[in-house]
């Protein structure tokens, strides 16, 4: 949680700390902005917003707080840094511990209620971060795919389906641009030695020419929207929220998903059990 003297502050960190964030198969971590909090939620009582950061690794994980914290919210006019995860968490990190090594000696201890803190010396006046953060074990990766008439119907459908979960689903972020995914991806390379590449089989302009393509002759655009969450009760939340308002969008011919033959990953996200309303 980043809270500031304003919403304003607390945003532009949150969307600093949040930055380069989109998907692990090339960038260092996945995060985005869960939602806002009022004053009264915050253990300053100011305005505050909550981020995930997302790393399947441990160590990882703790480097992305490090350096995000350490970047975007310690530069940042005003801010201080909470531990959002409460009783969520399985484990703590010691962030607020190394990051006060940059006041140089002259970090003290102090108390924010009844949270352990780091008063870091700035320009400013002060830092003031929590002594642990806590973590644990995430959903990423629920996603569904929006077949559409053409790109602008596809596109107005993604929008409202990002609206309609982001900040109103708690426990869930959508990281990439936006909250949409354009280019989809598979596992693997068709040609090349690559982790992961477009998942042809939804690209309308080689319909033709890719013979395992899955896309219907009325389809001209598709779109992808991916949730990770706390858990996975709130990602099926949010895909089932996404999809019955994607739904209510004129233009959009069908709902599929992205499963790469349900191998990847523990969980299985099915759409027809979402208990939607369409």
Partial sequence: MITADSERWALTSARAATGFAVSVIMSPAEAGIERTVNPRETPDSRPGVIIQIYHNTGHGLKDQLLRRIGQCVLTCPTTAAFDAMGDKAVK????????????????????????????????????????????????????????????????????????????????????????????????????????????????????????????????????????????FTCVKEAMRKGIETTMETSGVMKISAANFGGKLGAHKLYLKKLGLKL
Wanted: hydrophobic content about 35%; glycine content about 14%; overall charge positive.
């Fill in 92 to 231: 703590r990190l010691k962030i607020g511990a190394a990051l006060r090594y940059f006041g140089d000696g002259y970090q003290k201890k102090g108390k924010v209620g009844d949270r352990d803190i780091w008063r870091i010396p700035v320009m400013e006046g002060e830092f003031k971060i929590e002594n642990r953060f806590g973590v644990k074990l995430g959903v990423a990766g629920g996603n569904f795919l929006i077949l559409a008439e053409n790109q602008k119907a596809g596109l107005e459908a993604s929008e409202r389906a990002v609206a309609a979960t982001v900040g109103k689903v708690e426990g869930v972020i959508m990281s990439f641009p936006g909250g949409i995914c354009r280019s989809g991806s598979k596992i693997g390379s068709l040609k090349y030695k690559l982790t992961a590449s477009t998942n042809l089989a939804y690209c309308p302009t080689i319909r033709e020419s890719f013979p395992d393509s899955t896309i219907p002759d009325d389809v001209g655009s598709v779109y992808e929207l991916i949730y990770n969450g706390l858990n």
